[in-house]
C-alpha cells in the first residue's frame, strides 16, 4: 500500500469534516469519492490543464496542485508535465490515497513520486522545491478569509519570482449587500451572507494578495462548470519581509469602501 505522508502540525487542531472523511472500498467502487469533489469528473481536469497551457504552462514546469484531490486534474497535468514535475497537496488524506491508488496508472504513478504529495489542512506546501506554476481550483470556494490568507503566504514562499498561481472563487457583483438572504442549495434552504463561505468580492482576492509577495490580476470568466471566476497571483521579487507586505494588505484595505 502506497504511503502519502500526513503532516498534521497540530494535534489541538478541530479536523473539519472535509479533512476527516473518510472512504470505504465500497463508496470507492460506487466513485463516491468522485461525486465528492463535486462530480464533472470527465472534462474539467483537461479544462484546467488546457487553461494553463494557454497562459505558459510547460512540460518542464515544476507545478504545484493545491487542493489536488483525487487527481481530477492531476491525472492529466501528470501526463502532460515531465516525470517528477507535478506535485499535489489537499487537506483529505483518505481521498488523496483513493485517487492514487484507484484513478491513476501504473505509467502514472511511475511519473509521480509519492514524496511529490502530502495531506495537509493547513497549506503546507514546502517539498524543498521552488514552483513556477500552482493552481487552487475550488479551494477558496470553501474555505474561510484566514485560510486564503494562509494559503496565499505560503503558496509565496514557494514560489519562483513571475511565477503565476491561479485560484478560482465564487465572486458577488459589487454592491452586494453584506445581509442579503438567498438561496444556494439545492433544496431551496434560504442562507444568510454572512454565513456563506462560498463567496467573496473581487477586492477580497485583491486583499489577500498582501499576505505575501504577490500582484493581482482578475481573469473572469473561463469555462468553470459552476460558474466560478479564475484570478491571477504573479510572484513578485522579494521586496521585503512578510510582514511588510500585510502592512501594505491592510493599509489597502482600509482605504476600501465595503456595501453595507
Keep these: 500500500m ?9 494535534k489541538r487542531a478541530v479536523t473539519p469534516d472535509y479533512s476527516g472523511r473518510e472512504f470505504t472500498e465500497e463508496e470507492i467502487a460506487n466513485g463516491v469519492h468522485r461525486k465528492f469533489i463535486g462530480g464533472h469528473w470527465d472534462g474539467h481536469g483537461e479544462h484546467q490543464v488546457e ?24 491525472r492529466h497535468f501528470i501526463d502532460m508535465l515531465d516525470p517528477g514535475n507535478y506535485y499535489g497537496v489537499d487537506a483529505n488524506l483518505s481521498l488523496m490515497e483513493t485517487g492514487y491508488g484507484v484513478e491513476l496508472s501504473d505509467a502514472q504513478r511511475k511519473r509521480l513520486p509519492v514524496e511529490n504529495l502530502r495531506a495537509n489542512d493547513r497549506f ?30 505560503r503558496v509565496s514562499r514557494v514560489m519562483r519570482p513571475g511565477g503565476k498561481f491561479y485560484v478560482t472563487f465564487f465572486e458577488q457583483p ?12 439545492k433544496r431551496g434552504k434560504a442562507v444568510m451572507s454572512e454565513q456563506n463561505v462560498f463567496w ?26 459552476m460558474g ?6 504573479t510572484r513578485t521579487a522579494d521586496s521585503g519581509k512578510l510582514g511588510d507586505n500585510i502592512k501594505r494588505g491592510r493599509r489597502w484595505l482600509s482605504r476600501k469602501i465595503y456595501p453595507a
Design 2 to 10: 502506497t504511503v502519502i505522508e500526513h503532516r498534521v502540525e497540530t
Design 51 to 74: 487553461f494553463l497551457t494557454e497562459h505558459g504552462l510547460r512540460p518542464d514546469h515544476r507545478f504545484l496542485d493545491v487542493g489536488c484531490g483525487a487527481f481530477r486534474a492531476g
Design 124 to 153: 503546507d506546501v514546502n517539498f524543498g522545491v521552488k514552483f513556477d506554476y500552482a493552481i487552487a481550483q475550488s479551494v477558496f470556494s470553501h474555505v474561510s478569509l484566514n485560510h486564503m490568507r494562509l494559503c496565499l503566504a
Design 174 to 185: 459589487p454592491g452586494t449587500k453584506l445581509d442579503m438572504i438567498t438561496s444556494l442549495s
Design 200 to 225: 467573496y468580492f473581487r477586492s477580497d482576492l485583491q486583499w489577500v494578495a498582501g499576505f505575501g509577495a504577490w500582484k493581482f490580476r482578475y481573469i473572469g470568466d473561463w469555462g468553470h462548470p
Design 228 to 233: 466560478q471566476k479564475m484570478v491571477e497571483y
